[in-house]
Nanobody, 124 residues
Framework: QVQLVESGGGLVQAGDSLRLSCAAS????????MGWFRQAPGKEREFVAG????????VEADSVKGRFTISRDNAKNTVSLQMNSLKPEDTAIYYC?????????????????WGQGTQVTVSS
């Protein structure tokens, strides 16, 4: 089984930066596309960013494009989300997810493994 553990969340002010990390267990991490999703209070979980298994291609949601960057280190079984110029509307629980396929999808249901989430709160 693949275990995912997020870290790096916290309380910051608008305009600040945070870097989220996701540590994965398992021997097949390098074969999985990875994604970051978030869920704000009263809203559905939404796609934030994804990265192919090799790290050669990324996809970012329009709402975060130019501000957030996803990356991975397959040698360390980690994926990160660098979040810059944070806005209050970025406040949410952020989840790391793994898909048993090398390509990225924005569809929540196509990711097989999920972390427990880490809270990001951005004050104005």
């Amino acid at each position: 089984q693949v275990q995912l553990v997020e870290s790096g969340g916290g309380l910051v002010q608008a305009g600040d930066s945070l870097r989220l990390s996701c540590a994965a267990s398992g021997r097949t991490f390098s074969s999985y596309a990875m994604g970051w999703f978030r869920q704000a209070p009263g809203k559905e979980r939404e796609f934030v960013a994804g990265i192919t298994s090799s790290g050669g291609s990324t996809v970012e949601a329009d709402s975060v494009k130019g501000r957030f960057t996803i990356s991975r280190d397959n040698a360390k079984n980690t994926v990160s989300l660098q979040m810059n110029s944070l806005k209050p509307e970025d406040t949410a629980i952020y989840y790391c997810a793994a898909r048993r396929w090398p390509t990225v999808t924005v569809q929540t249901g196509l990711y097989a493994y999920w972390g427990q989430g880490t809270q990001v709160t951005v004050s104005s």
